[in-house]
Structure formats: C-alpha cells, structure tokens
C-alpha cells in the first residue's frame, strides 16, 4: 500500500473497472426492489458546473447505498437537445465562416447540428464520469433520439385529439434575437430602472382629454383604446367616449374594465391588444382590433406611420420627443419596474402577438396538486409544496411552438387547397379533401416539452417495455428549486396524464451553490467555479464530501474551497487509518460482511456500541434526504471516536493477548466506515476495500448492519479524565514523557480491569482505583460525572516557582477583564460602536472570567 494517498492516482483507475463489472446496472440485484432515479438532463451543450456536481453528488449519495442495501437500483443518465442554446452554439459557428443557417438551409443545417453533437456533445457525460458518478450508461437517452421522439409524437398528438393541445393567436413572449416565442418560465425578469411616461389624449368632441400612463411610450403608436375602472370616479363620465390618438389621428374609444388597477399612474391605462398581455384580454372583452407596430425583430411596422423602421429604443426617445413637439408629453418620471430578459441570450423580451400551438393547462393542474394534496407526493423540503400551490393554481396556457430549426418538429401539417389541420403519427401524403398539397409547421416543440416525458420516456413509453414496467413511478427526483415550474410540474402533470400515476413520491429540493459572498456564480461576474479544476487538484471525492456536507435541505450553499480542503485530509485520515490496520491482521481475516464479535473487551464494545447506534442514526436521516446531517455525523464520528479515540486505545490490546480479537474489531469498524461513506467518496473507499477485504468491489458490497452491543460504563468519563490529564500537563509545563502517579476514585461495582491499560498507554500515568479521595491539598483534582482524578503536584510541579508566575498571570488577566467590563460600562461605547465590535468585546469578558477562575484554581491546589 503506497504510504501516502494520491487523489489522482487512486481516481484514474476505478471507474472503468466499475463499468466493465456491470456495477453500474440495475441486474446486479436481480432479485432487488425496484429503485429508480433520473437525472436531470444536462443540455448537450453544457458542461459540467458546480450546481450539476452538487445535484449529482446527492443522487449519487441515493443511488449507490440503495445499490448496496440490495435494491435493483436504476440511475438513467441522458441530455437535453436544448433547441435555442444548441442552435445558438452552431449558427455561432457559422458566423464565423461568414454563413447563416438560412444559407444552408433546414436539412443541411441539421446536419451540421448533428456533427457537432457528435464532435462535442459528449463533453458532459465524461465529466460526469470523472466525478465518479454511477448511472447506468447502457440505459443513456437523448431527448432527439428515436424513442423518445416517438414519444413526443405520441403525446402532441394525443393531447391535440382530446383538445388539449390548441392553435391560436395570443399575446406570448417573444425574443427579437432569438427569433422564437419563449413560454411565461423561459423569461428571466429583473429590476431595472425606468420611467412612467404621462400622455394626454384628447377628447375627440369638447375640451380636456384623459392623461395615461406608461413604461413603454413607443407602443402607444398601436392603442386601439384607454381603459379604466369602472369604479373610478375620475372618469365616470368619460366611459363611453372616444379621444383622439396623438401622432396617430385615430379615434378610439374609453371602456370600463375591472382589470385596470385605478392606483397605477393617472388611473388610466393606454390599451395595446398587440403587445401586452392584459391590453390583449381587454381588447377581448370589449371587441378592440389588434394593431401590430413592432415586427418579430422589435422594429416599428408600416403601421407606426413616421415611426416605422425605427428600432424599439430608438422609437421610445423618438416618440416622446414628437409627442413633446405637439404639447401631449406630460410627466416623466422615474420607475424602477421588473423587465424579462430571455433566459438563453439576455435579450429583452416582447410581448408579442402570435399565432402559436399551446397546451391548455386546466385540465391537467387539478390532479397534479391533488396528488401533494392526498399525501401520494411529497416536497422535501415540504414547504416548497405552498409555491408550487400558488404558481400552479395560476398559470397560463404554455407556449410549445418555437420558431427555430434544432428540435421535434410540431407534427401538423396544413393543406393550402381546403385550409384543414392535419395531425398526425404518420407524416400524411393526402388530405381528407384528396390534395397532395400539404405542408408542415416549419416550428419544433418547446425543448422542455420532451423534458416533461423523461420519467416514462425514457424507459421506453409507449412501448410496453419490461423497464417502463418494473421502474415506472420512479422512486425520487432530486434537483434544484430553480426548475420546479420548467421541470418538475410539467413531469408531474404528463406522468399523470399519460401513465395514470405520479412519477415519482418524492421531490427533494436542493439550494443553489453560490460563491463564498452569497452571490449567483455568473461567468460575468468572474466567481465561477469548475468543478473539474477543483477535482483536479484536491479530488472528485473532497469536492463530493465537501458539498455533501455543505448542502443542508433546502438552503442555499455558498462555496468555500476550504471546505474541499478539509474533505481532502479527511481522506487521508482514511488512508492512514487502513495502513494502520494492516499490519496487525496477520492471522486474520476481515470478512466483506458481518463478523462481529460475541464477546469483546470493553474499549471495543464500546465502539461497536457507537458504530450501531451511529449507523442508525445515519439510516434515519438518509431516509429523510438529510443528507448534510448524516454525512456530518458520519464525519464526527469517524474522525473524533474512531480515529482519535479507538484507534489509539486499540494500540496497547493490540499487542497483547487480545490481539486477534482487537484486530478483528478494528478492521470490521474501518470496514463499515468504508462502507458508509462509499456513496460520498466512492474512489478512495473502493481502493482502500481492496487493500483491506482483498476481493470483490464495494460499490456491490453489502450496506453495514452492525450489532447493538451494551455500552461499558464510564467510557466516556474515563475519556475525560484521560483529556484532563494531557491538559494538566500543558497548563504546568509537564512533559507527556513524565510519568505521573494518581489516583482514581469510581463507584461500588464498576468495572475497572481497564482502565489502568488506556491510562497508562494514552496519558502516561499509573492510575490506582481507591475508594476514598485523598486530602485535595497538594492535589490537582480532575472531575468527569462521578469519577474523580487526583494528580499529586510534589515532585511534578515547582510550587516556588508556580505561585508567582500564576499571580502575575492572574494580575494580567483582572487587568483585561477589568477594561473590557469598563468600557462595556460606557453607554457611548455600546449604542455607538457597531453591533459585531459590542458583541467582541462582550465574548472577551467572557473568556477572560473563564480564565482568571481557572488560574486563580490552579493557585488554590497549589495549597
């Protein structure tokens, strides 16, 4: 065993042998309960980043203990075709060959699309294996690839023949650089600072007029309207009238509408049926045209008059300076107000006008909170379950058709002879009418609508496969809070629709990692972190743990490489412990599973009693996905109880009569420790497996189900005692070398036999039990429950030499004490002193009482 541990080297090595094993499949349990998780997507353009090595650590965390506890444990991996972001990616190539794909044309550019998929779509999945990730690879899927492309198909066209899928013009978001619609959640709005413009439209008959509001002056070019509440009394009297249209000299009419918010602006509302969703709704109600004056690219139609060619910001300073030249322009004034942005380019979005293919959500949101409702799904954390309530219970019907060429083309075709709708499984060669002349939707689905199917799709719905039977519901979905409304709702909605059960029970909301200031990691703000570079220089399994540990349910999670560091030396701790195994297993055999002892010594039955009830509590909180508390445990325990306690009071047994039995002890509890944390750190505990079983692999190996054993009495305060003395030594300056004779008080009846052995081997001293304590005089007394500890001072401690030097340390102390409780006493210094320098200096206080009672102590045994 080489005698230092090496991330790199131990990382190369194992995943193959993984892969060629079949570790990976589900068939390793043959005989297992079903156990199914998906991953999230990837976009095949994306690479690996730190929310994806967190979202993955814990499925991984799920999936390889399940393994291990016997389930037939199904992890499927895939990626997104990710339609906009793809496309962007291959017509940026493009441009720098001087080409568009226009130039190409659709087939050709598909193609191209395809080639680079097969050159650089990849990326990602070998990532994800260098983390150490264990998906079943024999079960990838690809949301373009040809099953899951005829599930799509299936469901458009079944949800169009029931009427749930519809085509229709609405007001949808619309992204000028992109040239697509984007559904309601691929709008990303922030807060930017702009301006409520006041225009006065006069009335057409008779003085005065009425004065609107509005962010967005270059729109009113469009107006067929003003609206206003019918409960306002301002504009009773106007309803009903008609003003006239600045700049534009059209007519149009004042109605009463319960949806304009009277305390908005003037109270009046410019109504825009062409570019703002509640203008469109009013317009409905009250039969107003819908004048088009921004084209797909947010340049002003033939219909803006003088305007036209003009792009929207240009046009904006435009129209505001004209409808100053004629007196109409009022107020301007300043108003921060939430703009969306497009959430693949930034660009900001239009509403926008459009014909467009739309699924109808009523139908489908009922049962989709009623299973959260009925206890058959749950959040965890549950108070995600109020969000998903709200935002479900108010959606609009989503936008699916988009206006690109990467993606499941919308399978609708239209004859031009008869007008007729035709959709389809098979791509049709005739209309009802008998014509020949038919053309398909040159539009492809929303990319999350194949992302929608992945729980069913993937095993191969709508075939009847022995997968889509045996794993379908799935058994958990993990993933982060920021795609539960692109995600997470629409899986819900189809899986119950189309398999007639919730995909899964249980969805586990995870935080988001953000740099170490609290912020979004952002290329633009330069803190990004790549996980890669992390895990080449501390390791895939320190970055796992350090997330793992860091990612409490449900919270946000603000990376701290140091966190990856402090992972790194937990491994080593790991690695020395096993080298400090081996040597004492000569003659002994370190079964892959059970071998407990029936009757060992205490020290060992004491950490067998802490690895029972630990691993317990470890099951407990894993069954809960809390999954932060349990590996903090896990860490504490191994650290703080195996490796600092046990593993040194096994040293004296270990060379004594009980070796044999102490060895066996100390490498079933590593072993166990392997084992446990194998979901966490799967590299370096499959290596240090082999060195320590020396036969098969620990990702197969059996979860750890320790025995209870009776803890021994007075463990933990002989512990403390043992603790005291070490103190005691560095506070009088008294070598660890320095043998010490004391004596040990305990109660009637408790088992003694060993406590002279730890003491001895672990502080140096000779302990005689007695049952009376000697005069406290002359005495150091060590106190721990109902144990006492007596260390004779004469001959250990120069009491000339000590008396002074702990007055004067005394002395020293009172003095700071007594500046900090003055200036503490300061009412100026408290009310004006920031809150964390008031907070400090009180801490101080408390230390230095604590300090001058533990010297002037040390003064009194002195005698």
């Not at 013009?169 to 650089?177: F, G, Q, S, V, Y």
């Not at 984007?182 to 004065?211: A, K, N, R, W």
């Not at 166990?672 to 499959?686: A, G, N, Q």
Request: charged share 25%; glycine share 8%.
């Amino acid at each position: 065993m080489e005698p230092t541990y090496d991330p790199k080297a131990v990382e190369s090595r194992w995943y193959a042998v993984w892969e060629h094993a079949g570790a990976f499949r589900p068939e390793v349990n043959p005989d297992g309960e079903p156990y199914t998780i998906v991953i999230p997507p990837p976009n095949v353009t994306g690479q690996l980043h730190m929310g994806h090595a967190l979202d993955q650590s814990i499925q991984d965390l799920i999936i390889r203990r399940k393994r291990m506890q016997g389930f037939a444990a199904l992890w499927v991996p895939g990626s997104d075709h990710a339609g906009i972001a793809t496309q962007n990616v291959v017509e940026r190539e493009l441009a720098a060959e001087g080409l568009t794909r226009h130039d190409l044309g659709r087939e050709e550019f598909i193609e191209r699309v395809w080639d680079w998929k097969a050159r650089l779509g990849n990326r990602i999945t070998q990532q994800i294996r260098r983390m150490g990730f264990s998906p079943d690879w024999s079960r990838e899927r690809f949301t373009l690839d040809d099953g899951l492309s005829a599930a799509v198909r299936k469901v458009f066209v079944s949800l169009y023949d029931e009427g749930i899928i519809y085509r229709g013009e609405r007001i949808i978001n619309w992204c000028p650089r992109c040239m697509t619609a984007l559904s309601d959640i691929e709008v990303e709005h922030e807060d930017e600072s702009g301006e409520l413009v006041h225009i006065t439209y006069p009335f057409t008959d008779g003085d005065g007029g009425v004065t609107v509001a509005t962010t967005r002056a270059e729109t009113m070019l469009g107006d067929t309207g003003v609206a206003v509440h019918p409960d306002d009394e301002r504009y009773r009297d106007a309803i009903g009238k008609t003003v006239r249209l600045p700049l534009m000299n059209r007519d149009i009419p004042i109605v009463a509408d319960d949806a304009v918010d009277a305390a908005f602006g003037t109270g009046a509302v410019k109504v825009t049926p062409a570019h703002d969703p509640l203008d469109f709704e009013i317009a409905e109600r009250h039969g107003l045209p819908a004048i088009k004056v921004l084209d797909e690219t947010a340049v002003v139609t033939e219909a803006g008059g003088q305007f036209a060619g003009l792009d929207r910001f240009v046009a904006r300073k435009a129209v505001k300076e004209a409808l100053s030249e004629i007196g109409a322009l009022g107020l301007v004034e300043d108003h921060p107000h939430s703009v969306g942005h497009c959430y693949r380019c930034g660009t900001v979005v239009e509403p926008f006008l459009s014909r467009q293919w739309f699924v109808k959500v009523d139908p489908l949101v009922g049962p989709s909170i009623d299973v959260f409702k009925d206890g058959t799904m749950q959040f965890v954390p549950k108070r995600w379950e109020n969000s998903y309530f709200h935002w479900m219970e108010n959606l609009r019907d989503w936008c699916i058709s988009r206006q690109i060429w990467w993606g499941h083309r919308i399978p609708a075709w239209y004859c031009d002879s008869c007008g007729e709708t035709v959709v389809s499984m098979d791509d049709p060669q005739l209309c009802a009418c008998g014509s020949e002349d038919l053309r398909q939707d040159p539009d492809v689905l929303d990319t999350w609508f194949s992302s929608a199917l992945w729980p069913f799709s993937t095993l191969g719905w709508p075939e009847e496969t022995e997968d889509l039977a045996r794993f379908y519901p799935n058994s958990v979905l993990v993933t982060g809070y920021d795609i539960i409304y692109f995600w997470v709702a629409r899986m819900i909605k189809m899986g119950i629709h189309f398999m007639g059960r919730a995909p899964y029970p249980d969805v586990v909301i995870h935080g988001l990692v953000r740099a170490p200031d609290g912020r979004k990691m952002s290329k633009s703000l330069g803190n990004t972190v790549d996980p890669l570079e992390v895990a080449e220089e501390y390791g895939a399994d320190a970055l796992r743990l350090a997330l793992i540990q860091a990612a409490a349910a449900g919270h946000e999670v603000p990376f701290q490489i140091e966190w990856v560091d402090a992972a790194r030396r937990f491994g080593n701790k790991l690695w020395n412990a096993v080298r400090f195994v081996l040597p004492h297993l000569k003659g002994v055999t370190i079964p892959a599973a059970g071998g407990y002892p029936t009757n060992p010594r205490p020290e060992s039955a004491w950490i067998l009693h802490r690895l029972q009830v630990v691993t317990a509590r470890v099951d407990e909180l894993l069954d809960e996905y809390k999954m932060a508390e349990a590996y903090n445990l896990l860490y504490s325990f191994a650290w703080s109880e195996v490796f600092d306690w046990y593993l040194e009071m096994a040293k004296s047994p270990l060379r004594g009569e009980d070796r044999e039995e102490t060895a066996l002890v100390v490498g079933i509890v590593v072993r166990d420790i392997l084992k446990l944390f194998h979901p966490v750190i799967p590299y370096v505990t499959e290596e240090l497996w082999g060195e320590l079983i020396g036969e098969g692999l620990l990702i197969t190996a059996s979860w750890p189900e320790p025995l209870a054993y009776p803890e021994p009495e007075h463990m933990s305060e002989v512990q403390e005692l043992i603790v005291g003395i070490r103190r005691f030594r560095a506070e009088h300056h008294v070598s660890p070398k320095t043998p010490i004779n004391i004596s040990v008080t305990s109660p009637a009846g408790a088992d003694t036999s060993w406590w002279g052995e730890q003491f001895r081997a672990l502080a140096n001293v000779d302990a005689t039990v007695v049952a009376a304590a000697p005069e406290a005089k002359g005495h150091s007394r060590l106190v721990a429950g109902p144990l006492q500890a007596f260390i004779p001072l004469a001959g250990l401690v120069d009491v000339a030499a000590e008396r002074p030097r702990l007055e004067k340390a005394v002395a020293e102390a009172q003095a700071v004490l007594a500046a900090s409780q003055r200036k503490l006493a300061n009412e100026s210094f408290v009310a004006k002193a920031p809150s964390e320098v008031v907070e400090k200096e009180r801490a101080k206080v408390a230390e230095t009482e604590m300090k001058v009672s533990k010297l002037q102590a040390q003064l009194e045994e002195l005698g």
